[in-house]
């Protein structure tokens, strides 16, 4: 059972509230240009509002609800974590990283804008992830936020995104399914891990079941990203046949070309067990949770 009306119904159901309530919040971070540049509020707003699964946002009001917290401080840290993930894909996409053209069925920022404005919005969606973190309407208790602010920090830094995306960009010349396990922890599951810990500190948590729960984030983040490897394997075949080529040439190996599509799958399915093991001791409240995990293994984009 659910506390929260906002987090009730179907998947499907939870998602679409959180994505309206989502773009409201970002809408009104961003602003509406007065005294600001204009052409960079667009490109933020064009970069991180109206499309995107919005799955991390979506994990912190679920932990959040699980742990008795409340709706409105998730929504406000899932805001902070999608300008921080919307970041990490505009400048992902860039001629310097992945040259892509197209990103959530549309042309990348740079393709749409240019490359100056996209480097510089992903800094100012950055910069504002932090600043609503640290402001009072995130949550009334300044020790906690400077623990968020902390934790994010931690998540995007060396030993998260930044760190990752080296890892990806700059593999050893025989990269090990260790060597790629690490580089996905960092590139994609450090973010899903905080989107676990912070909904974790809105409410009431036991040391074991926090643990647990970081468990369970551990492994969800794996599989999601090992489920974008396959997806990229198995996508269109023009499109897949090229990126496979450009990054075969770099020297970049994911799970999928490591590990072949079966052997990929085999672990999506051990990590997917490990998850639902971890939230065992939480019992039929734990079910939005495990909803989560099974999106992330059976997700088609
Ligand atoms: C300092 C934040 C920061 C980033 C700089 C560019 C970079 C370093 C990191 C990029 C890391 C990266 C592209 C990871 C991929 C993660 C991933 C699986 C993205 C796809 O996420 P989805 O499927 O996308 O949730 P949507 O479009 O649904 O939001």
């Known amino acids: 059972p659910l506390h929260s009306p906002a987090l009730s119904g179907t998947l499907?159901?939870?998602?679409?509230?959180?994505r309206t309530d989502l773009d409201v919040a970002l809408n009104e971070a961003i602003g509406q240009d007065g005294g600001r540049n204009r052409r960079l509020a667009e490109a933020m707003r064009y970069a991180v509002t109206g499309a995107g699964k919005r799955f991390r946002a979506l994990l912190v009001a679920a932990v959040a609800d699980l742990v008795g917290g409340s709706y409105a401080h998730a929504l406000r840290i899932g805001a902070a974590i999608e300008c921080v993930h919307a970041q990490s894909l505009v400048h992902d996409d860039l001629p310097c990283m992945d040259d892509d053209d197209m990103r959530r069925g549309r042309p990348t920022l740079h393709r749409k804008f240019d490359e100056a404005t996209a480097v510089l919005a992903g800094d100012a969606l950055l910069a504002l992830a932090f600043e609503i973190l640290a402001d009072e309407a995130t949550h009334p208790n300044g020790a906690l936020r400077a623990r968020?602010?902390?934790?994010?920090?931690?998540?995007?830094?060396?030993?998260?995104?930044?760190?990752?995306?080296?890892?990806?960009?700059?593999?050893?010349?025989?990269?090990?399914?260790?060597d790629v396990f690490?580089?996905?922890?960092?590139?994609?599951?450090?973010?899903?891990?905080?989107?676990?810990?912070?909904?974790?500190?809105?409410?009431t948590?036991?040391?074991?079941?926090?643990e647990n729960l970081l468990r369970f984030a551990e492994n969800l983040g794996l599989v999601f990203q090992i489920r974008d490897d396959i997806l990229d394997s198995i996508g269109d075949a023009a499109i897949v046949g090229?990126?496979?080529q450009k990054d075969a040439a770099g020297g970049r190996k994911n799970a999928a070309m490591l590990l072949g599509l079966d052997g990929a799958a085999h672990q999506v399915?051990?990590?997917?067990?490990?998850?639902?093991?971890?939230?065992?001791?939480?019992?039929?409240?734990?079910?939005?949770?495990?909803?989560?995990?099974?999106?992330?293994v059976n997700r088609m984009h």
């Open 148 to 178: 968020l602010v902390l934790s994010l920090a931690r998540a995007v830094g060396q030993d998260g995104l930044a760190g990752g995306q080296m890892m990806d960009l700059y593999p050893p010349s025989r990269p090990t399914p260790q």
């Open 242 to 244: 090229k990126a496979l």
């Open 182 to 203: 690490e580089c996905q922890s960092r590139k994609t599951a450090a973010l899903i891990r905080f989107a676990v810990e912070a909904g974790s500190m809105l409410g």
């Open 12 to 18: 499907e159901d939870r998602l679409s509230r959180l």
């Open 205 to 210: 948590c036991s040391a074991h079941e926090q």
């Open 269 to 296: 399915s051990t990590l997917e067990d490990a998850c639902h093991e971890a939230l065992d001791a939480f019992g039929p409240k734990a079910m939005p949770l495990r909803d989560l995990a099974r999106f992330a």
